[in-house]
Nanobody, 122 residues
């Protein structure tokens, strides 16, 4: 009954920018945090960025300073602005919503989108 839909993925050259957007709706009990994950081929899914409802943010070290997460839990949206993209950023990107502290601390969001492909060429 919960839907998360990503958009904004695509193909871009190194140094380029993309803005990913995610809208979520449905019977989400509460929003503790919103996040973006990514998974490259043959790699484990990893946390890229997350934002707590307080506004506090966390970033994967390799994207810090290049990516910016923002969101509005009341509106049901979370965005990821990506700049200075690198080939190693190529992955399927997923938005996710965490509904409690346990999920936040263990990095196990309760709700996931379907993913959007980001491809960065040299």
């Amino acid at each position: 009954q919960v839907q998360l839909v990503e958009s904004g993925g695509g193909l871009v050259q190194s140094g380029g920018s993309l803005r990913l957007s995610c809208t979520f709706s449905g019977n989400i009990r509460s929003v503790y945090a919103m996040a973006w994950y990514r998974q490259a081929p043959s790699e484990q899914r990893e946390l890229v960025a997350r934002i707590h409802t307080s506004g506090a943010t966390n970033y994967k070290t390799s994207v810090r300073g290049r990516f910016t997460i923002s969101g509005d839990s009341a509106k049901g949206s979370v965005d990821l602005e990506m700049t200075n993209l690198l080939p190693e950023d190529t992955a399927v990107y997923y938005c996710a919503v965490t509904t409690d502290l346990q999920g936040y601390m263990t990095e196990r969001p309760d709700n996931w989108g379907q993913g959007t492909q980001v491809t960065v060429t040299p």
